[in-house]
Every structure is written in structure tokens, then in C-alpha cells.
């Protein structure tokens, strides 16, 4: 994949996604006109393994405008970033730095490598999202970017395609190659295990789609 516009990404990812969701009472949301208001059918996706997880939910609802409940207080960063992403009337997290640098969660030494990559990808995800409606958070997003670019492997350990249109998004409007070379190689590794995305994988390539089209569509 090496289509510089927004449009021939967005097509690009939603045609990988097709096969992971077609099939499925989820195939919905490839159609980006269609409306859905059930939270239920919302709360009810799982992976091919029947795995379920906290952010599903969101994931769904910033897709489809479903109704989703706020995380609680004490959820995790990713969590509470997402649900803001869902709802306009919430913020992000306090933890979070507008003026920081480097990833927006600092690493523990307690927690293994592989949560902290999936909380770090998906709070990146969700504030892309943010970032659209609230300017403060577009160069904080920025700078986490260039780090991961420059510090973490793309073919990430979540294999999920986590933030591939905020990447794509910088190296648009950055005119850098080495974050299209990483957005690329984020997209690939969700097709190293079958040949084609796994069903949450196939959400998160629509839902950047959905991004990319936004952009694609400014003056």
C-alpha cells in the first residue's frame, strides 16, 4: 500500500476489512450511511475466538452512534480516552499531558509490555478522534506519533491495527515517508496470522477509514 491520498487509503482498508465482516451481523458498519442505535447489538460483538473486550463496546459505538454508558473512573487510560471519543461531553484523562511528550502513558515497571502496548495504541486511537473536535490535543498526538515512529516496532504485539489512520494522517501533513512506511507495516501485520484481518481488527480498519475520509474531505 502506497497511496498518498486519504481516499485511496480509506478504500484500501475498508476493502481488507470486508472479509472479516461480511459474514457476520456486524457486516453493518461497512456501510458507512448505515445508522444503528441498538446498544445492545452493540455490546454483544466478539472476536472468532469469543473474546470480548472493554473497549468492543466503544470501538461499535464510534462506529454505528450507539449509546455508550461512561467508563468508570477507575478504568484504564485507553478505556476513559475511548469513551471521550464516544462522547463529546467527556475529557481526557487528567494523567494525560497536553504539553508532554513521548507516549501518553508512562510505562510501569509492573505491568508487561504487551497491556502497556495495547493501553499506549488504543488511547492513541481514540485521541486522534479527539483531537478533531478539541485542537489543544492535535500536537500532543503529534509528538507521541514521532516517538512511536522512531522507537516502537510497528508489527506491534497487540496485531492489531491500532491508530493506522492518525499515522497515515502525520505522513500526509508531514510529507515523512518513515511514518507511511509505519502505517503501512501496522495494516500488513494484521494479515500475518490468516491472510486477512480478524473481525476487531476489521472494526478498527473501518473505523480508520472513517477518519481518513473526514480529512479527505476538508478543504
Known sequence: MLQQLPSAWSASLVAL??????????????????????????????????????????????LTGCATEPAPLDASIDVRLWAAACNDQLGVPEAIDPDGDG?????DATQGIE????RELASLHALWWIAQRDGVWAGRLDRALGWHVRSIQPDNATGHPWAVHAFVDLSLRADDRDVLLHAQQVVHTTLIARGQPDRFSALLLVDAARGLDRIGSQP
Open 115 to 118: 497491556l502497556w502496548t495495547q
Open 103 to 107: 507516549p501518553l502513558i508512562a510505562q
Open 17 to 62: 476489512a470486508r472479509p472479516a465482516l461480511i459474514r457476520t451481523p456486524w457486516a453493518r458498519v461497512l456501510d458507512a450511511e448505515a445508522g444503528v442505535s441498538d446498544a445492545a447489538w452493540a455490546a454483544s460483538f466478539c472476536d472468532e475466538l469469543g473474546h470480548r473486550r472493554v473497549l468492543d463496546r466503544f470501538v461499535l459505538g464510534r
